[in-house]
């Protein structure tokens, strides 16, 4: 069924209900939008224009939704949710990518809460369920006028038959559960679990406990592709302070801060 601005809309209500006091982020303005390119580009544009935190930008269908590492996102028009929300945190940039780590979180919760089965965290924020990927997340800094401002980009699969999805490895919430899927209702309870998730975002405490507990690439061994080297092989041994993938590999431990992880095997 196609989002409407009024479902739309009720789901951020749901937020509202859901958020208590300390929430850090309020929705400002929401743009629902049949066809664009990419909701990451048009936040981004907003931003620079002057929008403020709380822009939420859903896309019906994107002709040129973006990944990370130069990727693309492919989804029919009206299968998953393609949002982003802009952001402008009030915390230093060294603590911005807990923001994306949460919100990779915020996503596996809302899917555990929708009967998706082994929905965890790849880091640093694709979702898998069943080791599949059902959501990935593209967070982008943007300079504007007014300040550098975080652009948090969610695709996340919810009707796509395995016909529809671009990958094998690729799963939905419908192949997934075996059921069909409110795409406003997954909207709201993702808005409400990234309210919660970008509050744990401020506390290193609460942010490093949610975030291991949820991603399933500690104790693997994996294979890492680096932006400008040669991939390398070892065992995800855990997350450090600024939120970087520490690999066992060669005698060393090196913390990673980019590049695309495979799970390959549990270390024992
Ligand atoms: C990845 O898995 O590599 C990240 C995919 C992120 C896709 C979302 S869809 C909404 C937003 N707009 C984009 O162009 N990309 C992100």
């Known amino acids: 069924m196609p989002l409407t601005h009024a479902a739309v809309a009720a789901a951020s209500e749901a937020l509202e209900v859901s958020r208590d006091a300390a929430a850090v982020f309020a929705l400002a303005e929401i743009v629902l939008l049949d066809v664009t390119d990419s909701t990451n580009k048009y936040a981004a544009e907003r931003a620079r224009d002057g929008a403020a935190t709380g822009l939420l930008v859903v896309a019906e269908q994107q002709t040129s939704g973006r990944g990370r590492l130069d990727r693309r996102w492919e989804s029919p028009a009206g299968a998953g949710l393609t949002l982003s929300l802009l952001l402008r945190p009030d915390v230093p940039a060294d603590e911005w990518p807990w923001i994306g780590l949460m919100a990779a979180v915020a ?15 790849k880091w640093p924020n694709d979702v898998l369920a069943g080791g599949h990927k059902i ?31 671009p990958l094998p490895t690729a799963t939905s919430m419908r192949l997934a559960t075996g059921s069909a ?3 406003a209702g997954v909207l709201a309870s993702l808005l409400a679990q990234l309210s919660q998730a970008l509050q744990r975002a401020a506390d290193p405490q609460a942010r490093r406990t949610a975030y291991l507990q949820s991603c399933a690439t500690i104790g693997q061994i994996v294979r890492v592709e680096l ?30 801060s980019a590049g695309d992880v495979v799970h390959v095997r549990p270390a024992r």
């Open 107 to 121: 996503v596996a919760d809302t899917l555990t809460a929708h009967g998706v089965a082994r929905a965890a965290v």
């Open 135 to 165: 959501a990935g997340l593209l967070n982008e800094r943007v300079e504007t006028p007014s300040g550098p401002a975080l652009i948090l980009g969610i695709g996340l699969n919810i009707d796509q038959s395995a016909a529809e999805l």
């Open 181 to 183: 899927h409110n795409r």
């Open 227 to 256: 932006p400008a080297e040669a991939p390398l092989t070892g065992e995800a041994r855990g997350i450090d302070a600024q939120g970087r993938l520490l690999v066992a590999t060669g005698g060393r431990v090196r913390p990673i």
